[in-house]
């Protein structure tokens, strides 16, 4: 117990310098997607090896990839004691539209109790409060528990190496939990963390009719038009009920049990706070399921564009020769996103119409994750927010994915633990990106008491 407060003293006393470093690391622009940052990527990827080996970390290295490098460090000196893998990205969205920022989108501008720059919330603040959570650990002795990192530089864009990088060193990467860094909590003084995220399986539809654009007039009402057949073929990917229609669709979704539902349902929410995000005006969905356990607890099925013909100013009457439309599914745990093409492509078999040439493309896809609400590491996580925000923390599942949960979960056999503090209204991925000041050193805390907490939690 000394050794947490005399942690949590040094990070009191820090925060200044803490505040000096967040700058400094908000300041590189290392966005992932564009070829001309690749030396800023290398340059925050080094930046963050340098601040491992300053609070004691071994091993430490930039792995190269095909892509943008993986950071790794370790410290394995606390035996019989949990070893944690954390897990966090370093690379950030592009800024457009630029002229819709305030302040310039690196220059880590404070205003008031917030600091605007990309890459503020998602995730830099979350990251670097574990480093310095880590670095107070480190003035008091030994670290309590065996820590190792794996910062990626290529989330951003879908993480197309990870996968492959944990497949081929699993015994470098072995643990009993991952800290997951990038989370949120579901406001400024309250605390929740995310038990369940949803997958994804992205697709694109091409239908083809005549070989040619041609005259409406002419030939209008003689042969397929492939945007009323898209049309249709998409207006019947739902029923009545807005269930998913897509054969074997729901066989491995989970149904919610009563107790969950209760939990889910303690979440603080009303519709108007709904429609004030969205403005929107009103609700739908699955019939049977409330706005969180839609959003959180069931798959979904959306279109994310449709094109085709003329969609200039004025008028072209044309009947086009192919229309196309991009779809995206959410998937929760135990739907297999590989297996989830399948059942389109007997949909599609199915409901295209003689007349028309169709194709399917994929274009990406995770799995989703559940983690475990009663497991030990989970019971210290919630103990630490507590501690730190004064509140019982709210468990809360997330309709949003980050496929290396999945991903961990299949080839490490672990769970991981969300523990974050970005906010729904950090704008992250658009202009004004923040995070709030107070939480993050708030988090600081937390992660103090998260990692001393697991060196005396019973397994």
């Given at each position: 117990?000394?050794?947490?407060?005399?942690?949590?003293?040094?990070?009191?006393?820090?925060?200044?310098?803490?505040?000096?470093?967040?700058?400094?690391?908000?300041?590189?622009?290392?966005?992932?997607?564009?070829?001309?940052?690749?030396?800023?990527?290398?340059?925050?990827?080094?930046?963050?090896?340098?601040?491992?080996?300053?609070?004691?970390?071994?091993?430490?290295?930039?792995?190269?990839?095909?892509?943008?490098?993986?950071?790794?460090?370790?410290?394995?000196?606390?035996?019989?004691?949990?070893?944690?893998?954390?897990?966090?990205?370093?690379d950030v969205q592009p800024v457009d539209p630029i002229e819709e920022w305030e302040s310039e989108p690196f220059s880590?501008?404070?205003?008031?109790?917030?600091?605007?720059?990309?890459?503020?919330?998602?995730?830099?603040?979350?990251?670097?409060?574990?480093?310095?959570?880590?670095?107070?650990?480190?003035?008091?002795?030994?670290?309590?528990?065996?820590?190792?990192?794996?910062?990626?530089?290529?989330?951003?864009?879908?993480?197309?190496?990870?996968?492959?990088?944990?497949?081929?060193?699993?015994?470098?990467?072995?643990?009993?939990?991952?800290?997951?860094?990038?989370?949120?909590?579901?406001?400024?003084?309250?605390?929740?963390?995310?038990?369940?995220?949803?997958?994804?399986?992205?697709?694109?539809?091409?239908?083809?009719?005549?070989?040619?654009?041609?005259?409406?007039?002419?030939?209008?009402?003689?042969?397929?038009?492939?945007?009323?057949?898209?049309?249709?073929?998409i207006a019947g990917m739902h029923d009545a009920e807005g269930r998913v229609t897509l054969p074997g669709f729901y066989?491995?979704?989970?149904?919610?049990?009563?107790?969950?539902?209760?939990?889910?349902?303690?979440?603080?929410?009303?519709?108007?706070?709904?429609?004030?995000?969205?403005?929107?005006?009103?609700?739908?969905?699955?019939?049977?399921?409330?706005?969180?356990?839609?959003?959180?607890?069931?798959?979904?099925?959306?279109?994310?564009?449709?094109?085709?013909?003329?969609?200039?100013?004025g008028a072209k009457t044309v009947l086009p020769a192919r229309a196309s439309a991009k779809l995206s599914m959410r998937?929760?745990?135990?739907?297999?996103?590989?297996?989830?093409?399948?059942?389109?492509?007997?949909?599609?078999?199915?409901?295209?119409?003689?007349?028309?040439?169709?194709?399917?493309?994929?274009?990406?896809?995770?799995?989703?994750?559940?983690?475990?609400?009663?497991?030990?590491?989970?019971?210290?996580?919630?103990?630490?927010?507590?501690?730190?925000?004064?509140?019982?923390?709210?468990?809360?599942?997330?309709?949003?994915?980050?496929?290396?949960?999945?991903?961990?979960?299949?080839?490490?056999?672990?769970?991981?633990?969300?523990?974050?503090?970005?906010?729904?209204?950090?704008?992250?991925?658009?202009?004004?990106?923040?995070?709030?000041?107070?939480?993050?050193?708030?988090?600081?805390?937390?992660?103090?008491?998260?990692?001393?907490?697991?060196?005396?939690?019973?397994?």
């Amino acid at each position: 117990m000394e050794s947490i407060e005399a942690a949590l003293t040094y990070a009191r006393n820090k925060r200044e310098e803490h505040l000096a470093d967040y700058k400094a690391l908000l300041t590189i622009p290392s966005i992932s997607t564009l070829p001309e940052h690749r030396e800023d990527v290398l340059r925050t990827a080094q930046w963050l090896a340098d601040h491992l080996k300053r609070f004691g970390m071994q091993q430490v290295k930039c792995i190269p990839t095909a892509g943008h490098p993986i950071v790794y460090g370790e410290w394995l000196k606390a035996p019989g004691k949990p070893v944690v893998l954390v897990y966090g990205h370093y690379d950030v969205q592009p800024v457009d539209p630029i002229e819709e920022w305030e302040s310039e989108p690196f220059s880590a501008e404070v205003r008031g109790n917030y600091i605007y720059a990309r890459g503020a919330s998602d995730m830099k603040g979350q990251l670097l409060a574990q480093l310095k959570a880590m670095e107070s650990l480190s003035t008091h002795g030994d670290f309590p528990v065996n820590v190792k990192y794996l910062l990626e530089g290529e989330e951003e864009i879908g993480s197309p190496h990870l996968s492959g990088f944990i497949e081929t060193h699993k015994e470098l990467l072995a643990c009993d939990i991952v800290l997951n860094c990038d989370a949120g909590i579901h406001a400024p003084d309250g605390p929740s963390i995310v038990y369940a995220l949803r997958g994804l399986a992205y697709f694109e539809v091409e239908v083809q009719g005549p070989a040619k654009d041609l005259h409406s007039g002419m030939f209008g009402g003689s042969i397929r038009n492939p945007i009323h057949v898209l049309c249709e073929v998409i207006a019947g990917m739902h029923d009545a009920e807005g269930r998913v229609t897509l054969p074997g669709f729901y066989n491995a979704v989970r149904p919610l049990d009563e107790e969950e539902r209760r939990e889910l349902a303690r979440f603080p929410y009303s519709n108007q706070e709904w429609f004030n995000l969205t403005g929107a005006s009103g609700l739908y969905g699955e019939s049977g399921y409330s706005t969180l356990e839609r959003v959180g607890a069931r798959p979904t099925l959306e279109i994310n564009g449709i094109w085709g013909g003329f969609t200039g100013t004025g008028a072209k009457t044309v009947l086009p020769a192919r229309a196309s439309a991009k779809l995206s599914m959410r998937l929760v745990a135990d739907q297999k996103p590989e297996s989830i093409r399948g059942m389109l492509q007997r949909y599609l078999e199915e409901h295209m119409p003689a007349g028309v040439q169709w194709s399917l493309q994929e274009h990406s896809h995770g799995p989703g994750a559940i983690m475990n609400r009663n497991s030990p590491y989970m019971k210290t996580a919630l103990a630490a927010l507590k501690a730190t925000f004064g509140v019982d923390p709210i468990f809360r599942r997330e309709g949003g994915s980050v496929p290396v949960v999945g991903i961990m979960q299949e080839l490490l056999g672990v769970d991981s633990i969300m523990l974050g503090f970005a906010l729904p209204d950090d704008g992250i991925h658009g202009p004004n990106e923040r995070q709030y000041l107070p939480n993050f050193f708030k988090g600081i805390e937390t992660y103090i008491r998260f990692m001393a907490g697991l060196a005396s939690m019973q397994q």
